[in-house]
T-cell receptor, first 108, second 111 residues
Framework: RKEVEQDPGPFNVPEGATVAFNCTYS??????FFWYRQDCRKEPKLLMSVYSSGNEDGRFTAQLNRASQYISLLIRDSKLSDSATYLC?????????FGTGTRLLVSP | NAGVTQTPKFQVLKTGQSMTLQCAQDMNHNSMYWYRQDPGMGLRLIYY???????DKGEVPNGYNVSRLNKREFSLRLESAAPSQTSVYFC??????????FGPGTRLTVT
């Protein structure tokens, strides 16, 4: 079983739609969780951290469910510029583990 | 500030050739990492350097060597390239373990 698993997608949504991605992790002792964004053929960039209480940054909401060992990312009012691959990232045991990413395509 | 720079951006090697990938950061971070990214496999850590003068193996170190030349520069060397090393290589400068700033990447093809 992979340490971090994501649905590769693509998720095709129209502008203005709400879309959600989930990510599961296998190590119950994992300490910290993040979402990174990677545009096509570009480097990954930190999008947001994921806290136990959930957190929101504008149109983006991240949630953590430790009991079920998954994290989620919700994007409201999708923009064309949101088209990218979203990487789920888990930190634990001095190691950062990246998921393979979920691809989002937002169309006009 | 340039952030993290990598050279070259693209490279084609023949099997058995050697090359060095260069990485430099101007953010004054102590830690720097080298990753490779392959389709369907996510980013995998090759080597990292927690501070100037130290380097440690990551998940996939075989076939690579690194040098932390100074605080700014961290290079990755392929001594005898193999087709399995065809990949995109990212260098990262690390503020905190999970807050990593990546360079633009080097796309390497080994034929």
């Amino acid at each position: 079983r992979k340490e971090v698993e994501q649905d590769p997608g693509p998720f095709n949504v129209p502008e203005g739609a709400t879309v959600a991605f989930n990510c599961t992790y296998s190590n119950s002792a994992s300490q910290s969780f993040f979402w990174y964004r990677q545009d096509c053929r570009k480097e990954p960039k930190l999008l947001m951290s994921v806290y136990s209480s959930g957190n929101e940054d504008g149109r983006f909401t991240a949630q953590l469910n430790r009991a079920s060992q998954y994290i989620s990312l919700l994007i409201r009012d999708s923009k064309l510029s949101d088209s990218a691959t979203y990487l789920c990232v888990v930190w634990g045991f001095q190691k950062l583990v990246f998921g393979t990413g979920t691809r989002l395509l937002v169309s006009p | 500030n340039a952030g993290v720079t990598q050279t070259p951006k693209f490279q084609v090697l023949k099997t058995g050739q050697s090359m060095t990938l260069q990485c430099a950061q101007d953010m004054n971070h102590n830690s720097m990492y080298w990753y490779r990214q392959d389709p369907g496999m996510g980013l995998r850590l090759i080597y990292y350097s927690a501070s100037e003068g130290t380097t440690d193996k990551g998940e996939v170190p075989n076939g690579y060597n690194v040098s932390r030349l100074n605080k700014r520069e961290f290079s990755l060397r392929l001594e005898s390239a193999a087709p399995s090393q065809t990949s995109v290589y990212f260098c990262a400068s690390v503020k905190r373990e999970y807050e990593q700033y990546f360079g633009p990447g080097t796309r390497l093809t080994v034929t």
